[in-house]
């Protein structure tokens, strides 16, 4: 009964959607990928709210019923029984009443779990500019899929789809990425930090020099060169960490560009990117130690991202707090394993939790780390009270695991103020707060 409902609410939806583009007609940017989408998509908006409306989902709205209530409205939550009919009626008033105040410029996630899912998606909006962030090795949602190889064939049909009047924006960096240039009629742009291409990003450096009395906003900065048709300007994205989250602030640079935009206007946009919650975000932990948050999902590429921004970062101790990484499939060995011989490298203490996990910390241990150093736990809560004793002044703590083992627990628990969990941390709705993790 219940998947009959969801059939026909997302026919109802994708039907309004459609009237809707029609009526208003905004540009579409579509976002794809196995890592970044969501950071992508906040930073292009951030850009491109210099100077245009510009309406991206604060949520995670990416599959058949999310994608046209971006499109349909602003909305931060779904939860109430009366959600879905307020949304059927506001759409209709203005498709009825011409909304003067809608965005001129859409910014849309196109996330897939199953083949068929891009074509689903497209059929509601095709885009004018396409975006791809990064595949990785071992993709997220690999499980479902006959290959890794036909997970990029599922993510490239959003290159088929731009017309040649559009533009395609890809990732040069990552091959698999670059190679959807020759699936498109339409121009196309590539970024990343390789020679040789469109806008690209250069002497990368991380600012991380928290102090007492000094805001982490002010302590904390992402640094780079935008580089683009022979001129350059320097960028500092205040509160910000991490490599992935400078391929996100290039990404939007791209779009930037392709819409008019000089670099100092992008590079003064850029200032006000914020990091989306639970992706390598700088939270002030118990006993004066620092927490890196990034509790929002976890595959094998952005795993091994954020340990390498961990790695980078100077601390007393470093201290890695990884959970099961999910719907990996028969590769979910391989890709545990893997992270635990980077893990072992990066980090003083190794904390895993979950039965896929376990392999992290046996990896971990035959790449060199001592056995000593490594704390293996079935639950979430035997963890969180673990971690509580071992914390000490100035150890830098990464958080990582898959949305389903529930991380964002142990943030809670460890966080200075957990008072701020709601503004902070991710799922933090009573919805998601009632509903159990893997590991509970």
């Known amino acids: 009964m219940r998947n009959f409902f969801l059939a026909i609410l997302a026919g109802v939806l994708r039907v309004l959607a459609h009237l809707t583009l029609r009526r208003y007609k905004p540009m579409v940017v579509g976002i794809t990928g196995n890592v970044g989408k969501t950071s992508t998509k906040e930073a292009i908006k951030t850009v491109l709210s210099f100077e245009k409306r510009v309406r991206a989902s604060s949520r995670n709205f990416n599959n058949e019923l999310g994608l046209p209530l971006v499109i349909l409205g602003a909305w931060d939550s779904t939860e109430g029984i009366f959600f879905w009919p307020r949304a059927v009626c506001a759409a209709l008033v203005r498709l009825i009443f011409k909304n003067t105040n809608y965005p001129e410029i859409l910014v849309l996630e196109y996330g897939i779990d199953r083949p068929g899912d891009m074509t689903a998606l497209l059929e509601i909006a095709r885009p004018n500019i396409g975006v791809v962030t990064a595949l990785g090795k071992i993709p997220v949602h690999v499980e479902f899929f006959p290959s890794i190889e036909s997970i990029a064939r599922e993510k490239e049909k959003l290159m088929t789809h731009i017309p040649a009047t559009g533009c395609a924006i890809l990732n040069a960096d990552e091959e698999s990425v670059l190679e959807m240039r020759t699936k498109t009629r339409a121009q196309v742009v590539t970024y990343g930090f390789s020679r040789d291409i469109d806008v690209r990003g250069t002497n990368f450096e991380e600012t991380f020099a928290p102090e007492e009395g000094i805001s982490f906003k002010e302590s904390i900065a992402l640094n780079f060169k935008l580089n683009y048709a022979g001129s350059f300007v320097p960028v500092r994205i205040p509160g910000v960490l991490g490599e992935s989250q400078a391929y996100a ?118 790449g060199g780390i001592q056995k000593r150093f490594v704390f293996v736990f079935d639950t979430v809560r035997d963890a969180a009270a673990a971690l509580k004793g071992m914390i000490q002044k100035e150890d830098l703590i990464l958080i990582k695991a898959s949305q389903g083992v529930r991380l964002e627990k142990i943030t809670e628990e460890v966080m200075a103020h957990p008072e701020n969990a709601p503004s902070l941390l991710v799922r933090q709705t009573s919805a998601w707060k009632n509903r159990p993790g893997l590991y509970d």
Do not use: C, W
């Not at 989306?276 to 006993?287: S, Y």
């Not at 954020?306 to 101790?317: E, G, N, P, V």
């Not at 979910?332 to 490298?345: N, S």
């Open 249 to 366: 602030a290039l990404a939007a640079s791209s779009v930037g560009v392709v819409l008019g935009m000089n670099l100092v206007q992008i590079a003064e946009a850029l200032t006000h990117y914020k990091t989306p919650l639970g992706r390598l975000n700088v939270i002030e932990g118990i006993k004066g130690s620092i927490i890196i948050d990034d509790t929002y999902n976890g595959s094998p590429l952005a795993t091994k991202e954020a340990l390498t921004t961990l790695s980078h970062l100077k601390a007393k101790r470093k201290i890695a707090v990884l959970g099961d990484m999910l719907e990996l499939g028969k590769y979910t060995l391989d890709a545990h394993e893997d992270i635990g011989r980077f893990a072992g490298k990066s980090t003083d203490l190794l904390i895993t939790i979950g039965m896929r996990a376990k392999a992290i910390a046996e990896s971990a241990i035959a």
